[in-house]
């Protein structure tokens, strides 16, 4: 190994004999299958022997790794459609990584986001961490400690993909419901009987019960309470 990459696994403290007690780094569990069901990690930070150090380090765990010098680079790069976190630089040249996790929700980026940085503080951290940021890790760190946050990342990013799809589904089934189907629903779920929907919409009793019918069948409610929490959900009142 070179002086340059000696000096870099030194700084960062990549070696398992760094942890306390030595032995097996443990590491976030990488889903079996494709790259597609693996989870990734992207690196942005402007120094090339810390992006090294993080695509050995993470790549060695089973983790998609993608590393970048600078936001620009990553926002130009194609996306990959995984659960997985960020890991920025707080300080770089253009715009910091500060700045960039104000934007990144405008941007539609919703990673959650690691930070590292040589020339942190305690306003700076409070700053982050306020904002989102699952962890706030000056350099140098241990393995251990960017593992474990990059693990909860993962995790957190995981729950957040899964309520997305969820929701998405609900709305394509409200989206299903016919226009009469739909004003059954909304007043249902308001607490309206039978009959006063009814007459709210000038139809028949009937025609209330086959509509709301459908409406359950539809929404996959199995009861009132269950189709409230979907309207809930929904943002239905």
């Known amino acids: 190994m070179g002086d340059g990459a000696a000096r870099r696994r030194r700084r960062l403290r990549l070696h398992a004999a760094d942890q306390p007690g030595g032995g097996v780094v443990s590491a976030p569990a990488a889903t079996a299958g494709g790259d597609a069901d693996r989870p990734i990690v992207v690196v942005i ?3 090339a022997s810390v992006r090294a150090a993080l695509e050995d380090l993470l790549g060695s765990v089973g983790l998609q790794v993608r590393v970048f010098g ?7 790069a194609e996306r990959v459609d995984a659960p997985g976190c960020l890991v920025l ?9 500060l700045d960039f996790q104000r934007e990144m929700s ?9 930070f590292i940085t040589g020339h ?7 700053r982050a961490m306020k904002a989102g940021a699952i962890e706030f890790l000056a350099k140098p760190f241990r393995d251990q400690d960017l593992l474990d946050a990059i693990q909860l990342g993962i995790e957190k990013d995981r729950i957040r993909r899964r309520d997305a799809a969820a929701l998405a589904e609900l709305r394509d089934r409200h989206a299903s419901l016919s226009p009469g189907e739909s004003a059954v629903m909304a007043r249902v779920v308001s607490g309206l009987l039978n009959k006063q929907i009814a007459a709210e919409l000038d ?19 199995r009861s009132l309470a269950d189709l409230v929490k979907i309207a809930e959900r929904l943002g239905i009142e």
């Open 70 to 76: 600078s936001v620009r680079e990553f926002l130009a």
């Open 120 to 126: 942190g503080d305690i306003q700076m951290s409070v």
């Open 89 to 97: 630089d707080v300080r770089m040249p253009g715009q910091s990584g």
């Open 106 to 114: 405008g941007a539609g980026i919703h990673l959650p986001v690691i």
């Open 45 to 47: 930070d402007d120094d």
């Open 203 to 221: 139809v028949s009793e009937i025609t209330v019960k086959v509509r709301r019918g459908q409406v359950m069948r539809k929404m996959k409610a």
